[in-house]
């Protein structure tokens, strides 16, 4: 049988083919395709094919769903095929390319050895000519290109290859390989066997297509228009907000510069702060708006435009006023208002008051900042208060470099802007408490500031521009005169709130505190009101101080517990306190009222000393063990204080045998001085006397009274040299009810600044030699018998030369 026999004889070729039924494929004639065979009874034709002729029955099933479909799943019109290659997989399928042949159609299938075979009868070629033909292959061909154009998984080369095709069949079928078409549509054209009809058909398949594929890339256009549109315009959107954004933040940034610059302007600057302040505005405005530089700048630029450059309160100068306004604030301190009131005047009459600045040194609640701070309502002066307790760093009053990040100005121009005017009266509270180290001294960027040749063009470093200061009425307060440096003393005009009396106090705490307090507490003065020996009791036995601060916070606490009783039992709840009632609001008493319920005891004297606090009572004691004559002191004393002990010893000593004491009274003992409430450092040598009194009366065994008090320096010889806070220790005294007080002669003099009631209320002894106070102090033998404060010890034979 010669296969090529078609021409011979087309009508009758029939072969039996071994048969590959394929899923989902056509095979054209004329046409290579590659797939890929993987059912067993398909490889098994294959491999039958591959042995006998290579050639192939290949026909689409009609489902390709089905894995072994019989015969009449089979369509019966195929493609003859040459297997031009065949390749086995390592997945064990075959892959195959085959070029299709001619149509044939099985007459017959035969299963045989697992696989289908079929007899097969070839269809002849129909050749059709004439220009109808030519002109629908041409028609097709435009169409194809259309086609293939629009199609976006068809190669240009398989129009190429179809333009160059001049049978109509061998066009027809090589188009038809290329449609993109299901499966039963390619079989269709398949099975049509006239080339014309078959060109027919596909240029009535190709319109659609073509048709189809340009509405899909007309809407796929529109679509990709509309999104892209969308895009567009979401785009542009985003863009617009940016830009907006970006026009509003200069916007914003030239409203900012703007204000700033009018601020600049009506701020009043010195040309100087004017010129660097326009000077900075103008680097803000280069600068991006949210970068921490920018933040530093307008940081400063605030500042600058805040201080009061030019802004002054009218100054009130009617001194009768201004006495008027300090009588009305305060109780008492006649001669403290009468030096205030003068001190006014003087700062009127020297227009620029190069002066010494007023300083007020007392005890705490004796009313130093209340009178500064009335001094500014006489002047009708603003009042700001810089506490200078704590501050050791000169940057704290002169500020930091604005090169440091998160500079500030200094204390002096911060209170300065709270003032909000450049006239204000400035408190300067505590400078006693101000401190020294290493960073540097902040007194001398004081002493700057207080100084009236250079306080006008005082400079902070922050600021960086100079500031007039010199309209500042500057005042300063301390509890101690002696820890402030000299230099700063030099500056000041010092005034002394020593402490009150019992009288004062209690006149204090009627006229000005409790009506104050009842103020503040939202009380009437119908509410509640304090009997005279309530005060009394207040002052002796809830509080121990020179001023009225801790009075001020009992009466406070009183108030708090009335006002709760008020909201009880409503607004017309009245209550006289009375002593008795004290212990309700107040608790147990704190302190004994007078030193007199006291035993007098060996070994214990009282002495008086003068501290940041006011006068006190300082008592005391003295200890005799056995030892070697070591003296040891103890309660922080400091060294003058410990050289006053050592003087006092030595005296005592050396007057042994006078004293009725062995003289070898330290070669046997251990004397043991101690300085009771030990926290508190004490130093002075005021407590001489008291010293030598303890231990004579520790060392010859007689009592020391306890209603003595004394003060005043001892040298070796046992003479008392005078002391200082003559006043302030009376006041203690007086306070804690003692009856004598022993004080050197020299002090005589300050007894005039003692108010007369409390001088009277005491017998004040004046003395220049340790045996008067000896004789004062010391129990008479025939008095009650005292409590022994220390085991005397058996003393030794006397013996010279002893040393401490
Ligand atoms: N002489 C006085 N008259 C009226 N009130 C006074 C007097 N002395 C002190 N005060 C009041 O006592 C309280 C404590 O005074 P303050 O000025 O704070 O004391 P300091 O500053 O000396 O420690 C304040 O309420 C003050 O008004
Ligand atoms: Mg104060």
Avoid at 404 to 409: E, R, V
Avoid at 446 to 474: A, G, I, K, W
Avoid at 614 to 619: A, D
């Amino acid at each position: 049988m010669n296969m090529f026999g078609r021409e011979k004889d087309k009508t009758d070729v029939i072969e039996t083919l071994p048969l590959v039924p394929l899923r989902d494929v056509v095979v054209f004639p004329h046409m290579m395709i590659p797939f890929v065979i993987g059912r067993p009874s398909s490889i098994k034709a294959l491999e039958y094919a591959l042995v006998k002729s290579k050639r192939i029955f290949l026909s689409a099933q009609h489902d390709a769903t089905r894995d072994n479909p019989s015969p009449d799943e089979i369509y019966r019109l195929g493609t003859i095929c040459n297997i031009v290659q065949s390749l086995k997989l390592p997945d064990g399928n075959v892959k195959v390319l085959v070029e299709g042949l001619d149509r044939g159609r099985a007459l017959e299938f035969k299963e045989d050895q697992g696989f289908l075979k079929v007899v097969a009868k070839l269809i002849p070629r129909q050749v059709e000519s004439g220009s109808g033909v030519e002109a629908l292959m041409s028609k097709v061909i435009a169409h194809f290109e259309q086609y293939v154009k629009l199609s976006n998984n068809l190669h240009y080369d398989a129009m190429l290859a179809a333009v160059r095709v001049e049978d109509p069949g061998k066009l027809a079928d090589t188009v038809s390989a290329h449609l993109v078409l299901p499966v039963d549509e390619k079989q269709n054209l398949l099975e049509i066997l006239s080339p014309q009809e078959r060109l027919n058909r596909i240029a009535a398949i190709l319109e659609t297509e073509v048709d189809k594929l340009q509405v899909d890339k007309r809407i796929q256009g529109r679509v990709k228009k509309q999104m892209e549109r969308a895009q567009k315009e979401y785009y542009l959107n985003e863009k617009m907000k940016a830009i907006q954004k970006e026009l509003g933040r200069k916007d914003d940034r030239l409203n900012e510069v703007e204000e700033l610059r009018k601020k600049i302007e009506q701020a009043r600057m010195s040309k100087e702060a004017e010129e660097k302040a326009l000077q900075e505005l103008k680097r803000l405005e280069s600068m991006p708006p949210m970068s921490a530089e920018a933040t530093v700048s307008r940081n400063y630029l605030d500042w600058l435009v805040a201080v009061p450059w030019q802004k002054k309160t009218k100054e009130r100068k009617d001194l009768l006023a201004a006495e008027k306004i300090l009588n009305e604030d305060h109780y008492g301190l006649e001669k403290v208002k009468e030096r205030i009131v003068e001190f006014l005047a003087v700062r009127q009459l020297v227009n620029n008051p190069k002066g010494p600045i007023l300083c007020f040194v007392g005890p705490p609640g004796v009313g130093k900042t209340s009178l500064a701070k009335s001094i500014a309502r006489c002047t009708n002066r603003k009042f700001v208060r810089l506490s200078l307790g704590g501050v050791r760093d000169e940057a704290e009053i002169r500020g930091h470099r604005r090169t440091y990040i998160g500079a500030f100005p200094g204390q002096i121009v911060q209170m300065m802007k709270k003032a909000t005017t450049r006239n204000p009266v400035f408190l300067l509270d505590e400078v006693d408490k101000m401190s020294m180290d290493f960073r540097g001294d902040p007194s001398s960027a004081l002493l700057e500031v207080l100084d009236p040749e250079q306080n006008h063009s005082f400079t902070d470093h922050y600021l960086d521009v100079e500031f007039d200061l010199s309209s500042v009425f500057f005042i300063a307060t301390a509890n101690v005169l002696h820890t402030i440096p000299q230099a700063l003393q030099d500056r000041l005009e010092v005034l002394r709130l020593p402490g009150y009396t019992e009288r004062e106090k209690i006149e204090i705490a009627q006229r000005h505190l409790i009506p104050k307090q009842i103020k503040s507490h939202g009380l009437r003065e119908s509410n509640v009101a304090f009997s005279e020996p309530a005060l009394q009791e207040l002052v002796r036995r809830y509080t121990r101080e020179a001023g009225v601060r801790n009075m001020e916070r009992e009466i406070s606490s009183i108030l708090r517990k009335v006002a709760r009783r008020v909201v009880l039992e409503g607004k017309d709840y009245q209550l006289t306190l009375t002593s008795e009632a004290l212990g309700d609001f107040l608790g147990v008493p704190r302190y004994r009222s007078s030193q007199q319920e006291e035993h007098n005891e060996i070994g214990m004297a009282t002495g008086l000393a003068w501290t940041e606090v006011g006068g006190e009572i300082l008592p005391i004691e003295v200890t005799l063990m056995p030892g070697k004559g070591a003296l040891k002191l103890t309660g922080k004393l400091g060294d003058v204080m410990q050289e006053s002990a050592h003087a006092a010893l030595s005296f005592v000593r050396s007057r042994a045998e006078d004293l009725g004491i062995p003289r070898d009274f330290n070669r046997r003992i251990d004397i043991h001085i101690h300085v009771p409430e030990g926290a508190i450092p004490k130093d002075g040598p005021s407590a001489g006397i008291t010293i030598a009194t303890a231990l004579v009366s520790a060392l010859s065994k007689v009592p020391v009274r306890r209603d003595v008090a004394m003060t005043g320096e001892i040298t070796l010889r046992g003479k008392v040299l005078p002391i200082g806070g003559v006043k302030e220790k009376l006041l203690a005294a007086h306070r804690i009810g003692v009856t004598t007080v022993i004080l050197p002669r020299e002090n005589e003099k300050d007894l005039a600044d003692v108010p007369k009631n409390v001088s009277e209320a005491m017998s004040v002894q004046l003395v220049s030699h340790v045996d008067e106070v000896l004789k004062i102090a010391l129990v008479p033998p025939d008095a009650t018998p005292a409590r022994e404060a220390a085991e005397p010890e058996p003393m030794g034979p006397v013996q010279d030369g002893m040393t401490h």
